[in-house]
């Protein structure tokens, strides 16, 4: 079946300007991860959706970033004022949730690259 | 200390060898132990994962796991150029909880 999508690929903006970031699911998996990297560093982990459980913000690095999950599948990721340090490539994740190790496995999205000039 | 440790590498293996990767983890009540392997320019793909002690082989792929010491780790047999890539290790670090946390990887280039 299709796998997790994101839009744009690639959104070059200018500081100053928001953005929003888009996010589809595996269909059927509850929970969905949003992660940022930056050019050769590891996966920052950035909100949590389980569910219709609160999400887990506790990665967001600041209140310009916000996440917001639709009838638990389409996520937007959103990022005003945006500054030259967000530029990275940020990545969608889904899993199955539920009960059971199989459920935890994330399975990514092919990322949005995000320049900031 | 970092919550999941990899050795940054690069690791640069002849074809056919054996490459070696470490990961270390700080929490001790971890369950749940995966690996991706991520192209340059692309994103990361599961290649493995591991839940109890001992080892987890999948093809030329094998996984170790030693929770009392805290480690976890993947062997490539017979490695190939198209195995020349970053591999992230990934740790549930807390029950009842999906979320993971990734070390920053291993840069894996192997010699044809």
């Known amino acids: 079946g299709a796998g997790v999508s994101q839009s744009p690929s690639n959104k070059v903006t200018e500081k100053g300007k928001d953005v929003e970031l888009r996010c589809d699911p595996i269909?059927?998996?509850?929970?969905l991860y949003w992660y940022r990297q930056s050019l050769g560093q590891g996966l920052e982990f950035l909100i949590y959706?389980?569910?219709?459980?609160?999400?887990?913000k506790s990665g967001l690095p600041s209140d310009r970033f916000s996440a917001e999950r639709t009838g638990g599948s389409v996520s937007t990721l959103t990022i005003q004022r945006t500054q030259q340090e967000d530029s990275a490539v940020y990545l969608c994740?889904?899993?199955?949730?539920?009960?059971?190790?199989?459920?935890?496995?994330?399975?990514f999205g092919p990322g949005t690259r995000l320049l900031v000039l | 200390q970092k919550e999941v440790e990899q050795n940054s590498g690069p690791l640069s293996v002849p074809e056919g060898a054996i490459a070696s990767l470490n990961c270390t983890y700080s929490d001790r009540v971890s369950q749940s132990f995966f690996w991706y392997r991520q192209y340059s320019g692309k994103s990361p793909e599961l290649i493995m994962s591991?839940?109890?002690?001992g080892d987890k082989e999948d093809g030329r792929f094998t996984a170790q796991l030693n929770k009392a010491s805290q480690y976890v780790s993947l062997l490539i047999r017979d490695s190939q150029p198209s195995d020349s890539a970053t591999y992230l290790c990934?740790?549930?670090?807390?029950?009842?909880?999906?979320?993971?946390?990734f070390g920053a990887g291993t840069t894996v280039t192997v010699r044809a």
């Open positions: 990934a740790v549930n670090l807390r029950s009842n909880d999906y979320k993971l946390s």
């Open positions: 269909s059927g998996h509850t929970a």
């Open positions: 994740a889904s899993s199955p949730g539920g009960s059971g190790r199989l459920q935890e496995t994330q399975y």
């Open positions: 591991i839940y109890s002690n």
């Open positions: 959706f389980q569910g219709n459980s609160a999400p887990d």
